[in-house]
């Protein structure tokens, strides 16, 4: 697997660019909106059962401070409303690249 190269904000899209040339681009509303972690997605109880949580997201909540890459394998997004605890992995940016 590439490596990430380089990571830019262009007006509202995320770029990211891979050491072997493939480049990716994402809306910012919907990166936030797809945040992986339990607090946005949820996590199975006891039972196995996912309780998808109402986000509430404000204005402030879809503009990107600022990344940073967490291994060989994800990057690590922090939102201007304090939000940052999602670790987008590149094959999950990669399937949201190829939404509708």
């Not at 990571?7 to 990211?16: F, H, P, R, S, Y």
């Not at 949820?42 to 404000?58: K, M, T």
Request: aromatic content about 8%; proline content about 5%; charged content about 20%.
């Amino acid at each position: 697997m590439s490596r990430l190269q380089n990571v830019l904000v262009i007006g509202n899209e995320l770029a990211l660019a891979f050491e072997d040339g493939e480049e990716l681009y994402l809306q910012l509303d919907l990166l936030r909106r797809a945040c992986p972690c339990a607090a946005c997605q949820g996590e199975p109880d006891a039972l196995g059962r996912v309780l998808r949580p109402v986000q509430q997201i404000g204005p402030r909540g879809f503009e990107l401070q600022k990344s940073e890459v967490v291994g060989g394998y994800a990057i690590q997004l922090f939102w201007a409303d304090g939000h940052s605890t999602g670790l987008y992995t590149f094959d999950y940016l990669r399937r949201l690249a190829i939404l509708p």
